[in-house]
C-alpha cells in the first residue's frame, strides 16, 4: 500500500516522502488508531457504557494503544528493535503512558494557567480554546514525544530485524 502511494507523488516530494518513509507510517498508525478510540469510546459510550463514559475512554485507549504497539512493531518500525519483546513492550506502553500527559499538558495549560474558561471567556472561546490546544497543540506534542521516544528507547536499533522472513539452513546431520 506504501509503495503505490509513494509512486504516485510527484517528484520532488517523492523522494522526501521515501526518506521520511518510517514516519509516514506512524503518523498513519496514529490516524488509524485515534478512528478506532474514537469509535470504541462513542460505541461503548452510547451502549453498555453509557452511564460509565471514563470507564468507556479507558477502554477506548487500552484497545488503541495495544493495536498502536502491534502496527507500529510490524509496520512503522519493522526493521527496529534491539531488545527483548517483553521489554520492548513494557517500554512502549511505559512511553504510551508519558505520552498521555505530554497530549494534555496543553489543554490544562489553557484551563487552568491562562484560565481560558467559563465564565473568564464566553462559551465559544473556552470551546476554541479546548480545540486548539487539546485537539492540536496536545496532539502534534504528543506525537513528537512518542515519535522521538519510541525510535530512541523502544525500537532503538536500526536494521536489527529483517524485512521478509529468513530462511533456515537445514541442519547438519549428526553422526
Do not use: C
Given at each position: 500500500m506504501v509503495e503505490t502511494v509513494l509512486a504516485a507523488i510527484p517528484q520532488p516530494y517523492r523522494?522526501?516522502?521515501?526518506k521520511h518513509r518510517e514516519l509516514l507510517k506512524f503518523a498513519m498508525v496514529g490516524g488509524?488508531?485515534?478512528?478506532?478510540?474514537?469509535?470504541v469510546f462513542l460505541v461503548l459510550k452510547a451502549?453498555?457504557?453509557e452511564a460509565k463514559p471514563l470507564t468507556a475512554k479507558i477502554i477506548a485507549v487500552l484497545v488503541a494503544t495495544?493495536?498502536?504497539y502491534v502496527l507500529n512493531r510490524e509496520w512503522s518500525f519493522?526493521?527496529?528493535?534491539?531488545?527483548?519483546?517483553?521489554?520492548?513492550?513494557?517500554?512502549?506502553?511505559?512511553?504510551?503512558?508519558i505520552g498521555v500527559a505530554v497530549y494534555t499538558a496543553p489543554l490544562a495549560v489553557?484551563?487552568?494557567?491562562?484560565?481560558?474558561?467559563?465564565p473568564?471567556?464566553?462559551?465559544?472561546?473556552?470551546?476554541?480554546?479546548?480545540?486548539?490546544?487539546?485537539?492540536?497543540?496536545?496532539?502534534l506534542a504528543g506525537m513528537a514525544f512518542r515519535w522521538w521516544?519510541?525510535?530512541?528507547?523502544?525500537?532503538?536499533?536500526?536494521?536489527?530485524?529483517r524485512r521478509t522472513p529468513a530462511v533456515a539452513e537445514p541442519a547438519e546431520p549428526r553422526p
Amino acid at each position: 500500500m506504501v509503495e503505490t502511494v509513494l509512486a504516485a507523488i510527484p517528484q520532488p516530494y517523492r523522494s522526501v516522502a521515501i526518506k521520511h518513509r518510517e514516519l509516514l507510517k506512524f503518523a498513519m498508525v496514529g490516524g488509524t488508531t485515534w478512528v478506532i478510540d474514537t469509535t470504541v469510546f462513542l460505541v461503548l459510550k452510547a451502549t453498555v457504557l453509557e452511564a460509565k463514559p471514563l470507564t468507556a475512554k479507558i477502554i477506548a485507549v487500552l484497545v488503541a494503544t495495544i493495536v498502536s504497539y502491534v502496527l507500529n512493531r510490524e509496520w512503522s518500525f519493522r526493521t527496529r528493535g534491539g531488545r527483548e519483546r517483553h521489554h520492548e513492550a513494557a517500554l512502549f506502553f511505559l512511553v504510551s503512558g508519558i505520552g498521555v500527559a505530554v497530549y494534555t499538558a496543553p489543554l490544562a495549560v489553557s484551563r487552568y494557567v491562562f484560565d481560558l474558561q467559563v465564565p473568564g471567556v464566553s462559551l465559544l472561546t473556552q470551546e476554541i480554546a479546548d480545540f486548539v490546544s487539546g485537539q492540536i497543540l496536545g496532539v502534534l506534542a504528543g506525537m513528537a514525544f512518542r515519535w522521538w521516544a519510541f525510535r530512541r528507547f523502544v525500537f532503538p536499533d536500526e536494521g536489527v530485524r529483517r524485512r521478509t522472513p529468513a530462511v533456515a539452513e537445514p541442519a547438519e546431520p549428526r553422526p
